[in-house]
């Protein structure tokens, strides 16, 4: 999903277009999405996300997409 994510910055979807585009149920995407904000602040008391929320809809700014790209990489 962040693959994904990473390769439209600056592009925000609904999970239901994200899931059809990853082959993924969009209540999968949500989830998953949910999930990693909880164990971003619970494990790592951290706010920063490596995804944006806005307007129900998801996505990654150039900056998310290079830092995930980075870490993908490694």
Do not use: H
């Not at 994200?18 to 971003?40: M, P």
Request: glycine residues 6%; positive net charge; without cysteine.
């Amino acid at each position: 999903m962040l693959d994904f994510l990473a390769t439209k910055p600056e592009t925000f979807l609904r999970s239901d277009i994200i899931g059809r585009e990853i082959n993924v149920k969009a209540e999968s995407v949500t989830a998953a999405l949910r999930w990693l904000n909880r164990y971003f602040g619970s494990r790592y008391g951290r706010t920063d996300r490596p995804f944006t929320e806005m307007y129900g809809e998801y996505g990654v700014t150039v900056a998310q997409a290079k830092a995930w790209t980075d870490v993908r990489q490694n």
